[in-house]
C-alpha cells in the first residue's frame, strides 16, 4: 500500500507523523505527502519528515523551487504531484475547506480506478460519503472509492449521540427511538495554538440550517441518514472564543429511557472511543495532552468532564460538558478509512491492534 498526503497543516502534519510511527504495522510500502509552496519557514518540517522516509511530491513547475529550499540539507523532492497520484493507492487531501472539491474535479475523479480510494477533511460536502469511525461503519460500501471524513466537533455530537441515546450499552444495535431531542453548544476555540488567526472577544455564529442549526450538527446528520431515514431532532450553535486550547461543547440529550449519573458515567467508560476526565478546565485536558498523547494529541473522539454531569427531568434529561481533541479524532477516522479502503474485511481489528492504546487512546485524562 502506497498513501499519498496533500496538505500539511493542522490535520495533514499529525497525519503524515501518525502514519510514519505505524508504517510497518500497517503494511505501507511508502508515505508520500505534498506542499504547495516552498516556504523556509516550512523547512524544518518537511526535513524531518524526510529523513523519516516520507517522500516529497510537488507541482511540476515548483520543482526547483523546493530543490533549492532543501539543497543545504542534501534532501529533494521525489515526485510531482501528477506522479504520486498515479503510485498512491489511497489519497488523503488535508487541505484548507473547498480545496478538495477542486483537487477531485481536476485530478481524483481522473484516477478513480478499482483498488484506488480518496479522503477528504472535514466540511467538503459534496467529495463523498460522509464517515466517522465507530458511527456508520456499517454504511461503507464497496463502491465508496470518495470518503468524506467529518469535522472535530462532527464527531463529538454524533460520539454522544450514540453513546447516551443510540447505543448506550456499546452493543453495536443502534436504536434511534431512544433520541427525544439532542441540544449542542460549541463553545470553539478561535484557532489551533499552529495557526495565526485568532479572535479578541467572542464571534457569536449565525445559523446554516433552518432545522439543525450550525453545520455540525447538519452534517451530523448526514453521517446518521447513511444509516436511518429518520429525520432526528439535533440543533447545535457554535460560537468562537477567544481561546487556543480546545473547543467546549455543552450537550444536553433528552432520552425516553431513563437513566442515573452513575449509568452515565458507565456508558461513557464503556466506550474505549471515549476518554474520560476529572480535569475542569481545557487548558488542563489540553496539556494532558501535549504531554501525553501521541505528536501532543489525543485521538479520543471525546473527553467528558465527569464533574459536569447531570440528569434531570425524571432520568430523561442527560446534561454535561465536554472537550474536543484537537482534530484528534478526524486523525483517528482518517486512519481507518485508508484500512478501510484497502483491506475492508479487517480494518477493525487492525485499528484496535494499532491505535486503542496510549499515546493514542486514553480511558482517562
Not at 503524515?16 to 516552498?38: C, D, P, S, T, W
Not at 460500501?141 to 472535530?152: A, E, G, L, N, T
Request: charged content about 25%; some cysteine; proline content about 5%.
Amino acid at each position: 500500500m502506497k498513501i499519498l498526503v496533500v496538505g500539511t497543516g493542522t490535520i495533514g502534519k499529525p497525519l503524515i507523523r501518525l502514519f510514519l510511527e505505524v508504517q510497518k504495522q500497517m503494511g505501507v510500502e511508502e508515505i508520500i505527502f505534498h506542499k504547495n509552496l516552498a516556504e523556509p519557514k516550512c523547512r524544518g518540517m518537511l526535513v524531518d519528515f524526510l529523513r523519516r522516509g516520507a517522500k516529497l511530491a510537488v507541482y511540476k513547475d515548483k520543482m526547483q523551487d523546493f530543490s533549492a529550499l532543501l539543497a543545504c540539507f542534501g534532501c529533494w523532492p521525489t515526485y510531482t504531484l501528477e506522479q504520486a497520484l498515479e503510485r498512491a493507492d489511497v489519497v488523503i487531501d488535508c487541505t484548507s475547506k473547498g480545496v478538495a472539491r477542486k483537487m477531485k474535479e481536476n485530478y481524483y475523479s481522473h484516477l478513480s480506478k478499482p483498488g484506488k480510494g480518496f479522503i477528504a477533511q472535514g466540511s467538503e460536502k459534496g467529495f463523498g460519503k460522509p464517515f466517522a469511525f465507530g458511527i456508520n461503519d456499517m454504511a461503507l460500501d464497496p463502491q465508496d472509492r470518495f470518503i468524506q471524513v467529518v469535522s472535530c466537533n462532527t464527531h463529538q455530537i454524533l460520539c454522544l449521540l450514540k453513546t447516551l441515546a443510540l447505543d448506550p450499552k456499546n452493543k453495536g444495535d443502534l436504536d434511534f427511538g431512544n433520541l427525544i431531542r439532542a441540544r449542542f453548544y460549541l463553545g470553539r476555540r478561535a484557532g489551533d495554538v499552529s495557526q495565526e488567526e485568532s479572535t479578541i472577544g467572542v464571534e457569536v455564529g449565525s445559523p446554516s440550517h433552518e432545522f439543525y442549526g450550525s453545520h455540525q450538527a447538519e452534517d451530523a446528520a448526514k453521517v446518521l441518514a447513511t444509516l436511518t431515514p429518520d429525520r432526528l431532532d439535533i440543533h447545535s450553535a457554535a460560537d468562537i472564543l477567544n481561546n487556543p486550547f480546545m473547543h467546549v461543547v455543552h450537550f444536553a440529550i433528552t432520552v425516553r429511557n431513563p437513566v442515573t449519573v452513575r449509568e452515565v458515567e458507565k456508558y461513557f467508560r464503556w466506550n474505549p472511543l471515549i476518554a474520560v476526565t476529572y480535569q475542569k478546565t481545557n487548558n488542563q485536558v489540553f496539556s494532558e495532552g501535549r504531554d501525553r498523547g501521541d505528536s501532543g494529541r489525543i485521538l479520543n473522539q471525546t473527553v467528558v468532564c465527569l464533574p459536569s454531569l447531570e440528569v434531570l427531568s425524571g432520568g430523561h434529561e442527560i446534561i454535561g460538558r465536554c472537550f474536543t481533541p484537537q482534530d484528534g479524532n478526524a486523525l483517528l477516522s482518517s486512519v481507518a478509512a485508508t484500512l478501510w479502503l484497502t483491506d475492508p474485511m479487517n480494518y477493525q481489528q487492525r485499528m484496535v491492534e494499532l491505535l486503542f492504546k496510549p499515546p493514542y487512546l486514553f480511558e482517562e485524562v
